[in-house]
C-alpha cells in the first residue's frame, strides 16, 4: 500500500508541472519571428531586442529579448521560458535550424519551459573551386 501511495504521490507531481514536450524547429527571438526574418535576422535582435538598437543601447548590456522555437512539423512559434538554463547555452543556438529543445509544454499560453537543449553541429568549412 505504501509503494502505491508513493507511485501514485510521483505521478502526480510529474502531471502537476505540465506536459513533457520535445520540439525541433528554428530558434530565434520574438521580434525576428513576427517579422518573418528567420535567416535575414540580425543579431543584434538577440542582444537588445530591434534592428539597429545598438545604436541606442549601451555596450555590454544585454537585455534578455525572449526566444522562441519555430517548429516547420507544426507550423507554430512557440515561447521559450530559459530560465532554467543560463542563456549562454542558447548563444551557439540561436538563428539555426534542427535545434531541438526539450522541457514541459503549457498550452495556455503556448510556452516551452525548457530543461533541456541540443543544437546541431556547426556547418563545416567549404572551398569552393572552379570558376564564376
Not at 10 to 19: D, N, P, R
Not at 31 to 54: I, K, L
Amino acid at each position: 500500500m505504501k509503494k502505491f501511495f508513493l507511485l501514485l504521490t510521483a505521478a502526480a507531481i510529474v502531471f502537476a508541472e505540465g506536459e513533457s514536450i520535445e520540439k525541433s524547429g528554428f530558434l530565434t527571438t520574438q521580434a525576428c519571428a513576427d517579422s518573418g526574418a528567420f535567416t535575414d535576422c540580425h543579431m543584434e535582435n538577440y542582444v537588445c531586442g530591434s534592428d539597429e538598437c545598438y545604436l541606442a543601447t549601451e555596450v555590454g548590456v544585454d537585455h534578455n529579448t525572449p526566444l522562441v522555437l519555430f517548429s516547420h512539423d507544426d507550423g507554430v512559434v512557440y515561447k521559450l521560458d530559459i530560465s532554467a538554463l543560463p542563456r549562454s547555452r542558447f548563444d551557439m543556438s540561436v538563428n539555426r535550424n534542427a535545434v531541438t529543445v526539450t522541457g514541459e509544454y503549457d498550452a495556455d499560453t503556448e510556452t516551452i519551459t525548457v530543461r533541456g537543449l541540443k543544437s546541431p553541429p556547426p556547418p563545416k568549412k567549404s572551398f569552393f573551386k572552379g570558376c564564376l
